[in-house]
């Protein structure tokens, strides 16, 4: 018997934590926060024998830390890329907690003492916990991102964490083969529709950038620091327009050229880095918004980082855009821009003058592409986290035969 507790990011995005608990060990699979709240998930109580990350984004990994303010002494298990990304992650999340006069979750510390003891994985791997294995696979959702596959008491329990089954420029999609899986712990973020196709999403924003740059204006990208600005990078440098890159996505993606063996052209990314001109300081800034140019930069939800500035100098200007490429969780500032075409921030409360789109060039799967993958796997128990539909998606998924269940914060369930 395998008991598994959902400790969040159930029927949300958000605070990921799931406990499991077989033969008489406790191993925890992600403790992130909710990044727009920094709500967190119920406690994981000690003792833990293990805690494994799929991925550095901090709706996964953004409470771990904690642990070891807890007084946890054993190691967090992820690959090495997603160490090192972390690392920066967890600081800056430090950092935007004492901006907005939070409480602060953890202490440099305690990042410090993860990092001291963690221990890498790599894609394949295999890891004995007691008499539980589990096995590590590629997800396809960023560098370093990864799937689980728990095997203990006679089952064999997939966690895919985010997961992405196509290739990007960037990083190679996930492996889709998994033999003789009993029960699915799937990510639904988007069980509800189906992306468009992503080539000609790329096409589509290399044709804005062109038209705005020629008409001197400025292709403003909101992008994730990790893996959405390295992406746009690789798909935009050969244009052969000025490119200015602001905020955290520029340690993000010297960090993962550090790590070449987990993107599919290393050598293509250094190409379209060196190229990109690196906002450093204030007067860097001040010279990208007087040039027609493309600015890449964070935040990705639009929430704070210095995408602000630039709305605040290009918001009214009609020969500029604006192109949003990612998820938006309910209450960020880009939701809101999404929902209802106006920008409210800083003071500010406007709808934008500027040209405006959203371009769904997501790393999760989608619809087709889950339901495709549970009917070729044909598991016992599919259990749906990390979506704000998966009460419905539970419904579709037993109107077509599946034992599906979207669980709630809190529950336990033995299987």
Known sequence: MVEITFLGGTREVGRMGILLETSGKRILWEYGVNVQTMDVPKKAELPLDAVFVTHAHLDHSGYLPALYKEGYEGSVCATSVTFDLMSLLLRDALKVQSKRGLK???????????????????????????DALITVHNAGHIPGAVSFVLEAEGKRILYTGDIKFLDTRLVSGAEPHFKDIDIVITECTYSYKNHPDREKLIDRIREIAQETVYNNGILLLPCFAVGRTQELLINLYDLGLPIYLDGMGIDATEIILNHPEYIKNPSELRKAFSKAR??????????????????????????????????????????????????????TVGRTLMDTGRYIADGLDVRPKMHMEFLDLSAHTDHDHIVRFLEKLSPEKIFLVHGEHNPEFEKELKSMGFDAYSPEIGEKMRV
């Open 104 to 130: 602060l979750l953890f202490m440099p510390h305690d990042i410090e003492k993860m990092e001291r003891l963690k221990r890498i994985v790599r894609f394949g791997e295999e890891i004995e916990i007691g």
């Open 278 to 331: 690196k906002v450093v300081r204030p007067r860097d800034r001040n010279e990208a918004v007087h040039n027609a140019c493309i600015i890449i930069t964070t935040a990705g939800m639009m929430n704070g980082g210095p995408v602000s500035f630039y709305m605040k100098k290009l918001h009214n200007k009609e020969n500029c855009s604006l192109v949003t490429t990612g998820y938006m969780v309910e209450g």
